[in-house]
């Protein structure tokens, strides 16, 4: 009976090694992960920070153009009061679209666009049958293709 109790003794020492050793490593492990999050937030922080500067950036750019867009602007003659008033009206100027001249492409448009629909048009290849034979099913293609 001592001889078991003994190895009881030994085998609760084992064990209470064993769970510190075991402790050790999980702690060793929480501490690696905390670590690698740490790190893994601050690299986020990195490219958010790198995408904000390079946004900005970009942003920046855009505005440059907007901004020069409108420098090149048609030189008009100018008018002065007495112009519009005697004689003949002035010439109208478009600046950027002429709305009376995109009304009046709207019906060119409109003609264009029915007689594209009432053409036919070709097929493809799908569609077109091969002399008197009967479509197949998605089946027959597929044990076809797979050499079946």
């Given at each position: 009976?001592?001889?078991?109790?003994?190895?009881?003794?030994?085998?609760?020492?084992r064990?209470?090694?064993?769970?510190?050793?075991?402790?050790?490593?999980?702690?060793?492990?929480?501490?690696?992960?905390?670590?690698?999050?740490?790190?893994?937030?601050?690299?986020?922080?990195?490219?958010?920070?790198?995408?904000?500067?390079?946004?900005?950036?970009?942003?920046?750019?855009?505005q440059?153009?907007?901004?020069?867009?409108?420098m090149?602007q048609v030189s008009?003659?100018?008018?002065?009061?007495?112009?519009?008033?005697?004689?003949?009206?002035?010439?109208y100027?478009?600046?950027?679209?002429?709305?009376r001249?995109?009304?009046?492409?709207?019906?060119?448009?409109?003609?264009a666009q029915?007689?594209?629909?009432?053409?036919?048009?070709?097929?493809?290849?799908?569609?077109?049958?091969?002399?008197?034979?009967?479509?197949f099913?998605?089946?027959?293609r597929?044990?076809?293709?797979?050499?079946?």
């Amino acid at each position: 009976m001592r001889k078991l109790l003994q190895q009881l003794e030994e085998m609760h020492i084992r064990i209470a090694e064993t769970a510190t050793q075991e402790e050790a490593l999980v702690k060793a492990l929480s501490e690696a992960l905390a670590r690698l999050d740490e790190q893994l937030l601050a690299d986020v922080q990195t490219i958010a920070s790198e995408h904000e500067v390079r946004r900005t950036a970009i942003l920046g750019e855009l505005q440059n153009l907007a901004s020069g867009i409108g420098m090149f602007q048609v030189s008009r003659p100018a008018l002065t009061a007495r112009d519009g008033i005697e004689g003949e009206p002035a010439a109208y100027i478009p600046s950027a679209g002429d709305w009376r001249e995109a009304t009046s492409n709207i019906g060119e448009e409109i003609d264009a666009q029915q007689a594209a629909a009432a053409a036919p048009r070709p097929l493809f290849p799908h569609e077109q049958w091969r002399g008197n034979s009967v479509p197949f099913s998605l089946a027959e293609r597929r044990r076809r293709a797979s050499g079946g």
